[in-house]
Structure formats: C-alpha cells, structure tokens
C-alpha cells in the first residue's frame, strides 16, 4: 500500500506584491485552487513546507483567509503537516500556527516547547530537544513526518541536522532552507542567493525530502531518496518569468521560464502539477532610440496584456522612454533604464569591496532595488551576521604573531616604538570610522 500526498510550499499568503492589493487575492485564490486540487485528488494528507504566510503577523483578513481555506482539508479529514519558513517564522513562543493548529487546521512540525500526543503527532526528547514529529497510518503502512521551522546559517555552524532527525522507518523530512547545490544551478535574480545547508548536510535515510524556500521548481537525489523544491504558488518577482526576451543586437531571443504549481507524490514520486497564474514577462534591450521603438512595437503582439511587463533599456545616451507606457497596454508595467558609462567608486584607489564589507555590499544592492520592500529579509540577513561565532583560533593565532613581534623589538627605544606604532596605525586605519554593522550593534 503506498501514500499518496500534496506537497505545497511559498504560498505567501497576504503579499501585496509591488503595492498591488489583488495581487494578495491572486495569492489566496493559488492557495485556494493548490488545496481543492489536493483534495480532488484524494491525497492522504497535505505538506506545507513554509512561508504559507508572507509576514509573521498577517492580517486579520489573512488570517481568516487561511483558516477558511485549511478547513477544506479538514471537512473531508485531509491532515494537514506544517513548518514555518522564514518569512513567517517568529521568535515568540506563538506564532499564527499556533492559532491554526489550535483550531485543528494544520499539524505543527518541529521543535516544540510542550509535548504533543494525539492521532498525528508524536514527541520524541532527542539531546535534550522536544521534537514533534507528525505520523500517517493507512492500513498495516504507517510513515513518520520530521522536520523544523526555517533556521539560520548560523544555526548551522552549531547543528547537524543528522543529530536530531534519525528515520526509524519510511519517513519524510520536511525543511524551508536554501541548499547550496541547487542554488548554484538555479538563477535567481532578487530572491537570497546564499545557502544555509549542503546536500551533505541533509540527514540520511529518508525517502523524500518536501522543501521550501527556493520559488522555483527543482529535484535531485539524496541517497535513494528525493529532495524536492515545488517551488512558489505565484510568481515571486520578474526573475520568475513565464518569458524573457533579450535583444541579441539583430533580435529578441526567446526564453522559457518555470512553471508554477505544486506536487502530488505518490509512492515517493513527486508529480508537478501546474496552476494557471499571473503571467510574467520580462524584456531586456540595450539598442538606441530609434531600435527600441520599431522593435518593441513589433513585440507588443506576443505579450498578453494580462501579464505584469518590466522592461529594461539599455543605452550611451538617455532618451525619453515615456513612450513605453503608449505600445504597451498591459495589467502592470515596470520600466527600468541605464543610460551612459557605469561610473565606480574610487577613493584614493579605494574600491566599493574594500570600503564596504560584502555583507554591507549586499544590504546596499537589495536596499536600492525600486521596488524593494523585503525589510525581513534585511533584518534577517543582519541578524545572521551577528550571530556568526567569532573564530577564537584566528583571534589567538594574531595574539601569538604579535607577541612574537614585540621579543624582536625588546632593544628598540620606546620613543623609536611608538613612533612606528603611530605610523601603522595610519596606515591600516580604514576610510571611514564605523561599519554598518557596528550603527546597528
């Protein structure tokens, strides 16, 4: 007898992309479609691997969008088994979760506070951590759920995931964390391009691997088990088009992007199943004037004018691209421009690396993006920053060198010591007095 399951994730319910109210109620009505398509297909129970929320604290409407939602499930006892990710992650001890879990909604994985024993939940003390785990029984077959809420990488350098999360049987693991791999092999424009994991540090064992976190569509191998990424509900910004056009100098190349949907998994394997939402296109030409306005007039034909359209142009010398908004008659356009040399930082042979540290040089590049409003992101990216451990043995290994320094300089006059204390001092002490991340500290 083999189960058969939904595996949903980055449903990001309460996103009002772009400043866009019904953009939210596209959002829902994903989530909507994703859950009665579950049921129609008569899964045994449904994964949510994170960020079913866009924030930590939604909206009463939101709020009650889900709860209307989840009791689809419910009506027809579909378990429902559900991680946080890092959006809705909180560092309270209740979170929304909590409130659906409490209204007997979802099944909340993970590590707890409080013992959980009931038809699909069990709790194990593993190294002295109470960890829920969530249990399906169909028949003689019963299959276990591990997983946890969505964690730093700095929760990595201290943990190994192996320590906590052992299958005694047929089991699932479910996670909301970039893994390395796969990043690499996926280009993603504005979502995080770091990682908190390797495939390495996935535990063994498992069958199946219900992840969130990337918005696009992935599968590998672990073992002889699968590591799965549906991917969002909706697409999650312009890197996440449906086409892209760019300019090669003669014409527009066609490119392809990813589906938007979920899985179905049955007997561990995982089937796409595809929803029919917003479409994205993105357009890209660096060309003059007079090439921008015959060719973009020749592409209108192939762009629906339901889709949200960025174009980006491209030039030596600025020109007025108001025109733009007259060829296209689409739902939402974005334009963005570069015109002229790209201009660098230079300060006395100073670089924009050597100034800025890279974690201040990513915080400016998300930051100056026009449509930026992740401010979580931010906060969790300099959160992840301070938490990383100081490395002692360096720290130690510098001590040591300058002892050493100090024994070959014992017949020098202090007067002659201070003076080239002084002169390195100048020379090592950096252009600007404090970092971004000591403001913050």
Known sequence: MTFKFAHIADVHLGFEQYRLPYRSEEFKNAFETAIKKAVDKKVDFILISGDLFHRSNPSPQTIKEAIDILSIPKENDIP?????????????????????????????IGFSEEKKENEYQITENVNGKLIVKGIFEKGN???????????????????NLSDYFKP????????HQGIKEIMDNLYLETQRDYFEISLKDLPDEFLYYAMGHIHKMWQTNKGYGIVAYPGSLQRWDFGDYEIRYRWDGNRFLQQSGCDKGFFIVEDFKPKFIKLNVR??????????????????????NYIP???????????????????????FKVKHL????????????????TTESEFFTPIELKIIE????????????????????????????????KTEK????????????????????????????????????DWLK
């Open 141 to 159: 077959n019963s299959i276990e759920i591990y997983g946890m809420k969505y964690m730093s990488a700095a929760w990595f350098e201290r943990n």
């Open 366 to 397: 998300r930051v100056g993006e026009k449509d930026f409003e992740e401010f979580d992101d931010i906060i969790n990216l300099i959160l992840e920053e301070l938490n990383k451990p100081i490395n002692i043995e360096k720290e130690e290994e």
């Open 80 to 108: 429902v088994f559900a991680i946080e990710g890092n959006h809705d992650r909180t560092q309270k001890k209740i979170s929304v979760y909590h409130l659906l879990e409490s209204l007997g909604l979802i099944y909340l």
């Open 279 to 300: 479409p994205f296109y993105d357009v890209k030409i660096k060309a003059d004037e007079n090439v921008v306005k015959s060719e973009l007039k020749r592409l209108v």
């Open 305 to 327: 004018s339901e889709a949200f359209l960025r174009i980006n142009v491209e030039w030596e010398k600025p020109f007025d691209v108001s025109f733009l908004h007259d060829i």
């Open 402 to 437: 300058n002892e050493n320094l100090q024994k070959t300089e014992l017949k020098l006059e202090e007067n002659i010591k201070v003076q080239k204390t002084e002169e390195n001092i100048k020379k090592i002490t950096p252009n600007k007095k404090y970092t971004l991340l």
């Open 168 to 175: 005694n049987g047929d089991a699932i693991l479910m996670l």
């Open 334 to 349: 974005h334009i963005k421009t570069k015109f002229g040399k790209q201009r660098t930082i230079s300060t006395k042979g």
